[in-house]
């Protein structure tokens, strides 16, 4: 089955530092993908969608100049968190729509912990 | 925007019995509902879907409704089992492959 990976799993930073949190696609082409972010407890929140060869578009109340998002390929996205600070702590999931199977795939997740 | 409200936040039932969790949409247009299990630090996990053409659909001992004139949709799990324990997600998409909005997730707890 179509499978995506995050890379890293889990990432640990010092407050002030930028993190990168990688979404690939494994066995097929992803032209979108989706970030979203999940608080303890709480649900996924969509953050933004990521369109390859062009800007990614922002939910509400999401800072486009803090959350660099970059999908560069039909295979990969990027997602940047810049200057983070301990409220960005938080699980960062993606996903891939593949359109054949009418059905979207979640990557593992990547927990990220601010100090 | 499209809005997903889910219901209830908590649910504990005793093995073997059913266990409902309700949906209710906003955006008319929405026309693909998928719902997910999430078990704690992992990947949401489809189990079962429904498009808006369709009332009803069964798969073992999962089942979801959908009314689309009221805009909402429930899952039912029957027998329940300790391995339903999880977290359940609804979710509504207006084009398949677009953006999914999630639903506020069910806590279950299916006690021995």
């Known amino acids: 089955g179509a499978v995506v990976s995050q890379h890293p799993s889990w990432v640990i930073c010092k407050s002030g530092t930028s993190v990168k949190i990688e979404c690939r696609s494994l066995d097929f082409q992803a032209t979108t993908m989706f970030w979203y972010r999940q608080f303890p407890k709480q649900s996924l929140m969509l953050m933004a969608t990521s369109n390859e060869g062009s800007k990614a578009t922002y939910e509400q109340g999401v800072e486009k100049d803090k959350f660099l998002i970059n999908h560069a390929s039909l295979t990969l996205s990027t997602l940047t968190v810049t200057s983070a600070h301990p409220e960005d702590s938080s699980f960062y999931i993606c996903s891939a729509p593949q359109f054949s199977r009418n059905e979207q795939f979640f990557g593992p997740g990547t927990r990220l912990t601010v100090l | 925007g499209e809005n997903v409200e889910q219901h209830p936040s908590t649910l504990s039932v005793q093995e073997g019995d059913s266990a409902v969790i309700k949906c209710t949409y906003s955006?008319?247009?929405?026309?693909?509902f998928p719902w997910y299990k999430q078990e704690l630090g992992k990947r949401p996990q489809l189990i079962i879907d429904i498009r808006s053409n369709v009332g009803e659909k069964k798969d073992q001992r999962i089942a979801v409704t959908l009314n689309k004139t009221a805009k909402h949709f429930s899952l039912h799990i029957t027998e329940t089992q300790p391995e339903d324990s999880a977290v359940y997600f609804c979710a509504a998409i207006i084009n398949q492959g677009g953006k999914l909005i999630f639903g506020q997730g069910t806590e279950l707890s299916v006690k021995p």
């Open positions: 955006d008319s247009a929405s026309n693909y």
